[in-house]
């Protein structure tokens, strides 16, 4: 038996999103049925680096199959402009639960984009008003591609508002949209006032206010991986139905983590999860719903989820790179 070698190439071509947001709404439901072990996410602080590793392990079963695997990723920030390397990389062991087979190597750096934008799509299904036609990204990082690319899977996204910044950041967001929808740069204002928002920016002190989202916006906050990063005004958070990923995972490091600690939030703040949704055990959006948000801190059981299909489609294909990893055959 060989494990199978796939770049980040390998994993953009045969991990569709089309596939990946269902399979990562499977992820949550098996979560939210106790159908999934996944212990904490873990930290390694590097800071003579400015960087951390984490480390993400998980199995999941479903009615139709089950996974398992662990993600090695990090952040180093100054890795582009000292070493000409992404921010984020990262690595993903993708294993045969009967047997612990390491099935697939993945690149991490891929995945997670997939991942991520699949979990916003999840939500935004459950929680967007049924008609929402506008998107608004507040960064133009990586991500924002993948936020679009996902969340367009789940609602017919016509005019897009992106805000950031770097003026060349914008500019080249707009490029690679405009054959396919309406879209400009604009402010976080006018960003904030669509149908649904996604922001994907790492700072920590809070850029969206509260009076420049629409009365029914849904948002994913997905910028927020780290104690200390928060990108919503605490009154938006306060106002709206508030879904989170993982309980442990947000309080420790999501878009509610701090005025989580300040004690502005507790738990009657959390409406649930998202899992809890997907499963029918609590309600997403029904007809009086203001604001909501999804608070997403990426969970291990996405990133399992998401490799099966990339190693599965990759394995018919026979693109990759297969090789001896145990040494015997």
Request: aromatic share 6%.
């Amino acid at each position: 038996m060989e494990t199978l070698l796939l770049n980040g190439d390998d994993v953009r071509e045969h991990a569709s999103l089309s596939e990946v947001v269902p399979a990562v709404e499977a992820a949550f439901a098996a979560f939210a049925r106790g159908d999934a072990q996944m212990p904490a996410k873990s930290y390694i602080d590097l800071p003579a680096y400015n960087g951390d590793f984490r480390s993400m392990p998980a199995y999941l079963s479903t009615p139709e199959w089950d996974a398992a695997g662990i993600k090695w990723i990090n952040v180093h920030p100054d890795n582009p402009e000292k070493f000409d390397l992404p921010t984020v990389l990262g690595t993903m062991i993708y294993s045969d639960p009967e047997t612990a087979f390491p099935l697939a190597i993945l690149d991490g750096k891929e995945l997670t984009q997939l991942r991520t934008g699949a979990a916003a799509a999840v939500a935004t299904d459950h929680l967007a008003v049924a008609d929402a036609d506008s998107l608004g990204v507040v960064g133009a990082g990586v991500q924002s591609y993948t936020q679009l690319r996902a969340i367009a899977q789940v609602r017919d996204i016509e005019r897009v508002v992106v805000a950031d910044r770097d003026e060349e950041r914008t500019a080249a967001f707009v490029a690679a949209f405009e054959d396919e929808f309406d879209v400009v740069g604009g402010s976080i204002t006018e960003a904030a006032s669509c149908d649904v928002l996604s922001t994907v920016t790492p700072v920590e002190s809070p850029i969206v206010p509260r009076e420049a989202v629409g009365p029914h916006t849904h948002i994913n906050a997905i910028g927020a991986d780290a104690a200390g990063k928060h990108e919503l005004d605490d009154g938006i958070l306060l106002d709206s139905k508030l879904v989170i990923d993982d309980y442990e995972q947000t309080t420790h490091s999501g878009e509610i983590n701090v005025p989580w600690n300040q004690g502005v939030l507790d738990d009657d703040d959390i409406h649930g999860s998202v899992g809890e949704i997907v499963i029918g055990e609590k309600p997403g959006r029904v007809a009086d719903d203001g604001v909501t948000v999804f608070d997403s801190t990426g969970l291990a059981i996405q990133d399992v989820a998401a490799a099966r299909i990339a190693y599965e489609h990759a394995t018919a294909a026979e693109a990759g790179y297969a090789f001896d990893f145990l040494g015997v055959g």
